[in-house]
């Protein structure tokens, strides 16, 4: 089974930075792509953004310019590099293999106004 531990979440007020990271074991994770998704309260997940195992990146339209996603295949992790956050994107952010497997736990980021 696919092991996924995010971290680096909290409490920032708006207009902040976080990064986020996703150490992945019980994959070959270099020959995977990887995505992020997030969930807010009340809302169903949704996809942010991925990098493919050869280091092509896709975000989505509503973080595009400030989110960026990249890899370490070194180490297995995943990042999430989150700049001039909006209270709008608090939620509590996943990272996943893609095909998506078993989901970890996720990592709470909080936005204040």
């Known amino acids: 089974q696919v092991e996924l531990a995010e971290s680096g979440g909290g409490l920032v007020q708006a207009g902040g930075s976080l990064r986020l990271s996703c150490v992945v074991s019980g994959s070959i994770f270099s020959t995977n792509d990887m995505g992020w998704y997030r969930q807010a309260p009340g809302k169903q997940r949704e996809f942010i953004a991925r990098?493919?195992?050869?280091?092509?990146?896709l975000h989505d339209a509503s973080v595009k310019g400030r989110f960026t996603i990249s890899r370490d295949d070194a180490v297995n992790t995943v990042y999430l590099q989150m700049s001039r956050l909006k209270p709008e994107d608090t939620a509590v952010y996943y990272c996943?293999?893609?095909?998506?497997?078993?989901w970890g736990q996720g990592t709470q980021v909080t936005v204040s106004s």
């Open positions: 996943n293999l893609i095909p998506n497997v078993n």
């Open positions: 990098i493919s195992s050869s280091g092509f990146r």
